[in-house]
T-cell receptor, first 114, second 109 residues
């Protein structure tokens, strides 16, 4: 399968714990995006990378959130000191380096903070 | 007011009916996307439009840039079309998508 993959698919954690999610984009794609989707809502943009450079971050990305893409391939999204409001589906997407192209989405990681 | 508004929020149809989902936006865009999301979260891109009309099988998408409005039509709807349909607009810089809240479509046999 050469699509976008995300791990884990589901994560249940207790409030205050740290969690890390991983996204593996399509191999030739150098743009990688993170989105968050809460129940019944459309996704919201969090951040995006072009190769290893993080070029834009949403104000939704508080200082408890950090994203990296150290070698320009896979990316990780870490949430520190999780809160119940962080419960959501975290979606990753990738695309080639061009403005008007499709983004290909991964299956998402569903986070539940208890 | 959201930058991207979809209507209706929920739509129930009988198999075979013609379906229209509407999307209005209030910001400048470089392109508009229609996406399909099935239970479990997976999102599939259906169309990307910057002008005019596109057709793929039973799906048709149109956009009117002057009116900042797009429609997604499904002809001869089928229960397997049941999903959430999401409109998203791409920023002029091309770096981010802004999504509507989605339209939950249920097609009954």
């Amino acid at each position: 399968d050469t699509g976008v993959s995300q791990n884990p698919r589901h994560k249940i954690t207790k409030r205050g714990q740290n969690v890390t999610f991983r996204c593996d984009p399509i191999s030739e794609h150098n743009r990688l995006y993170w989105y968050r989707q809460t129940l019944g809502q459309g996704p919201e943009f969090l951040t995006y990378f072009q190769n290893e450079a993080q070029l834009e971050k949403s104000r939704l990305l508080s200082d408890r959130f950090s994203a990296e893409r150290p070698k320009g391939s896979f990316s990780t999204l870490e949430i520190q000191r999780t809160e119940q409001g962080d419960s959501a589906m975290y979606l990753c997407a990738s695309s080639i380096d061009s403005g008007r192209v499709e983004q290909y989405f991964g299956p998402g990681t569903r986070l539940t903070v208890t | 007011k959201n930058e991207v508004e979809q209507s209706p929020q929920n739509l129930t149809a009988q198999e075979g009916e013609f379906i229209t989902i509407n999307c209005s936006y209030s910001v400048g865009i470089s392109a508009l996307h229609w996406l399909q999301q099935h239970p479990g979260g997976g999102i599939v891109s259906l169309f990307m439009l910057s002008s005019g009309k596109k057709k793929h099988g039973r799906l048709i998408a149109t956009i009117n840039i002057q009116e900042k409005h797009s429609s997604l039509h499904i002809t001869a709807s089928h229960p397997r079309d049941s999903a959430v349909y999401i409109c998203a607009v791409r920023s002029p810089s091309g770096s981010r998508l802004t999504f509507g809240e989605g339209t939950q479509l249920t097609v009954n046999p």
